[in-house]
């Protein structure tokens, strides 16, 4: 873009050059003009800001590759059994409610 201005060509022809809009060539001459070579960097700071921090987001992602606790896993044994932490049960087991399906108009049990 800049090479093409140097040229001589003007805004509208070097917009049709490199299939762009005539606004976008004039804001990166503009920047050129304005800061020389590091107009042409990309700004920082641009789109959403993180919403946590990367301490944050590094303790979620090595917490999301641990086992959780009281989960089922194979051993090295090949025997399945509960996670434990230091030969303790960690965490707890909560049983689930028994599943009912609507008959009719009243509920019933699923058998």
């Known amino acids: 873009m800049i090479e093409l201005s140097w040229s001589g060509l003007r805004v509208p022809a070097i917009a049709v050059e490199l299939g762009c809009r005539q606004k976008t060539v004039h804001c990166w001459l503009h920047r050129f003009n304005r ?3 590091q107009g042409l960097d990309d700004l920082g700071g641009q789109g959403r800001k993180r919403r946590i921090t990367e301490q944050e987001r ?3 992602i090595s917490l999301v590759k641990t086992v959780p606790p009281g989960r089922l896993r194979w051993e090295a ?3 399945c059994g509960p ?3 230091q030969g303790r049960l960690s965490g707890r087991w909560i049983p689930r409610p028994p599943q ?3 008959q009719g108009s009243k509920w019933a049990a699923h058998r």
């Open 100 to 102: 009912r399906v609507r």
């Open 83 to 85: 996670s434990t932490s």
């Open 35 to 37: 800061l020389g070579l």
């Open 77 to 79: 044994t090949g025997n």
């Open 58 to 60: 590094s303790r979620i």
